[in-house]
C-alpha cells in the first residue's frame, strides 16, 4: 500500500485552472482506506499546488493515522510550471519526515534539506519515586545536500505540464521529475485513443474525456510494475482511476467525489 493513494492522485488536474478536488480510494475487499485533496492555486505568475493524503478505518489503523502531504510552489513562465521549492511530508502518530527540494535553475542544482523526528520509548530515574520510570523522548535531526542530479520538475509541476506534450500527436511522455524515483525513465504517461481507449473506457463511467496510462516501475525488483488508468473530464480535471486487481486485495479505485474549479 505504500504511496498507492499518491500514485492514483498526483495528476490532479492537466489543465492551468485553479481548482479544489477531493478524491476517495477503495480497495477491492477492504472498502474505503483514504482519501486525498489536491489543490492548485494561481496569483499571476505564480502557483501553489498541494495533494494531501489521508488513510481511514483499518488502513489507518495500521500505518499509524499516516498523512502524506507533497506541495509544489514555483513560477509560471510561457504557461509552463517551473518550481521553486517541493515539499514532501510523511507523517504518522510516532514519525514525521520532511524533504525539502530547493531548485536552482540557474546553476542546475537540487538542493534537499531533510527533517525528521520520531519519539521512542526510554526510561528515567525518578529520585522521588526512587525508581526507573517510562518516558517519550522526541528525538529530532537534519541533513542537507545536493542531489547528484539535476531536475528542473517535481512530480507534481510535471504533471501539470503533461498536456503540453502527451496527447494524441505524441502520446508518450516521460516524468523526468523530483519525487517520481525514475532515474531510468522508468515513469511514462502514455496517451490512449482508438481501440485501446475504448476497452478501457468501458470500464469507467459516461461522460469521459481523454484516458492515460500512468506506468510505473517499481524501484524493488520484488515489487510488481504498476499501470494506473486515469480518466479526465472534457475540461481537462481527473475524474477516475483505477489500478487492476493487486494480489488477493482486489481492484484499486480513487473516484472524485468533490470539485470546484475558480476562475484566474
Request: charged share 25%; proline share 1%.
Amino acid at each position: 500500500m505504500r504511496s498507492l493513494i499518491f500514485t492514483l492522485v498526483l495528476s490532479g488536474s492537466l489543465m492551468a485552472a485553479s481548482f479544489s478536488t477531493r478524491y476517495s480510494v477503495d480497495v477491492g475487499m477492504f472498502g474505503k482506506v483514504g482519501y486525498a485533496d489536491v489543490s492548485l492555486e494561481e496569483d499571476s505568475d505564480t502557483y501553489e499546488m498541494k495533494l494531501t493524503a489521508k488513510m481511514v478505518g483499518t488502513a489507518a489503523s495500521l500505518t499509524g493515522k499516516r498523512v502524506e502531504t507533497y506541495i509544489s510552489k514555483g513560477r509560471i513562465i510561457e504557461g509552463r510550471y517551473v518550481p521553486d521549492s517541493f515539499v514532501k511530508i510523511k507523517k504518522n502518530t510516532r514519525a514525521e519526515r520532511v524533504q525539502t527540494y530547493l531548485f536552482d535553475h540557474v546553476s542546475k542544482e537540487v538542493r534537499l534539506v531533510q527533517e525528521n523526528s520520531k519519539w521512542v520509548s526510554g526510561t528515567k530515574f525518578d529520585a522521588v519515586a526512587f525508581k526507573l520510570v517510562k518516558n517519550e523522548i522526541q528525538e529530532n535531526s537534519k541533513e542537507e545536500s545536493v542531489l547528484e542530479v539535476f531536475r528542473a520538475q517535481d512530480v507534481l509541476s510535471s504533471y501539470l505540464n503533461a498536456v503540453k506534450t502527451c496527447n494524441a500527436e505524441q502520446r508518450e511522455y516521460n516524468l523526468l521529475a523530483i519525487g517520481a524515483h525514475n532515474d531510468d525513465r522508468n515513469v511514462t504517461l502514455s496517451f490512449l485513443d482508438g481501440l485501446k481507449r475504448e476497452e478501457v473506457a468501458s470500464g469507467f463511467s459516461n461522460e469521459i474525456g481523454n484516458i492515460y496510462n500512468l506506468h510505473v516501475q517499481p524501484i524493488d525488483s520484488e515489487e510488481k510494475t504498476v499501470d494506473v488508468f486515469i480518466t479526465f473530464d472534457n475540461d481537462g480535471h481527473m475524474k477516475e482511476a483505477v489500478l487492476g486487481s493487486v494480489f488477493w486485495i482486489g481492484e484499486v479505485k480513487a473516484k472524485r467525489v468533490y470539485h470546484q474549479v475558480s476562475s484566474n
